[in-house]
């Protein structure tokens, strides 16, 4: 199965809102801070104000203008030459393996390796920026999507590949609630990479449920992928056909597989068959009650 139904438009649009990927990675956890505790009667405030005064958090390496100049190369190749980029990006990442630009190259690398369909290599340079910014909801919505997508018999571990898609994709869509918008985006691009992003994580959770054979499970999942995605992937229309077949929903199955037949690409005539198979279905066998 392929990654998307048009990945150079993931590509294109998530690289466009890296700012905002970014900002999402770094956003606050919505996890409650402990609770301050009162000093102790007679204890040296003046000690206490010092340990409350530690670092809550590492501070960033020292810049280099070595490194800046490198990043500069790096950022300064148009998106429009994404191998010549994904080069830069590798070179720069293996002489600077802990700058502070690592994350924001590596989450660029997601989107890259996902547009080409090397799923491997996504994964990989994925996990590498979660370590580092756990709360990037894209990088988690990619990643629980394809994973489950680029499966077949020979896959190792599958139970393990879905459990961890089923885990990403279901972050990313806590997460992306807690997120403000960046004060250079409008509300129609936020709520179009918002929108997407969510869209990505159902169908990630569509997927698993559907490798894991709970079709009914599979639909309202692939449904809220369908409605969220401005530009609807045929894949998940694809699969809704299938679900709602297998469930004995034949006319939300004709509807499916049509809308799939509507949109260039590979499922084109495969949606097309489908419809009538799912017409004769509907009309030699009861359907089940939705």
Not at 77 to 105: E, G, M, V, W
Not at 176 to 182: D, E, Q
Not at 202 to 230: M, N, T, W
């Amino acid at each position: 199965m392929k990654a998307s139904g048009n990945p150079w438009k993931m590509l294109l649009l998530a690289a466009s809102l890296l700012g905002w990927s970014v900002a999402f990675a770094q956003a606050p956890s919505t996890q409650q801070p402990p609770a301050q505790q009162t000093p102790a009667q007679g204890q040296d405030n003046k000690s206490n104000t010092q340990q409350q005064a530690a670092p809550l958090q590492a501070t960033p390496p020292p810049v280099n203008a070595e490194e800046e100049a490198a990043f500069k190369t790096y950022n300064d190749i148009p998106l429009t030459d994404p191998t010549k980029r994904n080069q830069a990006a590798l070179d720069f990442l293996q002489k600077y393996p802990q700058s502070r630009y690592a994350a924001q190259i590596y989450s660029w690398q997601v989107k890259y390796y996902f547009s080409v369909g090397k799923i491997d290599e996504m994964e990989e340079v994925g996990d590498k920026e979660l370590a580092m910014a756990p709360n990037d909801a894209q990088t988690l919505a990619i990643i629980g999507s394809a994973l489950p997508r680029k499966m077949n018999a020979s896959t190792p571990e599958p139970a393990k590949r879905l459990a961890k898609a089923e885990q990403y994709s279901q972050k990313a869509l806590e997460l992306l609630p807690t997120f403000p918008k960046p004060d250079n985006m409008t509300d129609e691009v936020f709520a179009q990479a918002k929108n997407q992003t969510s869209a990505m994580a159902y169908s990630g959770l569509g997927l698993v449920a559907f490798r894991r054979g709970k079709f009914a499970d599979a639909i309202p999942h692939l449904e809220k992928a369908v409605q969220l995605d401005p530009q609807p992937d045929p894949v998940n229309y694809y699969l809704l056909g299938i679900c709602n077949e297998k469930t004995s929903h034949y006319d939300d199955a004709v509807v499916d597989f049509t809308k799939c037949s509507d949109m260039p690409g590979g499922l084109q005539a495969t949606c097309k068959t489908n419809i009538d198979e799912a017409k004769k279905l509907g009309a030699t066998q009861l359907s089940a009650p939705k």
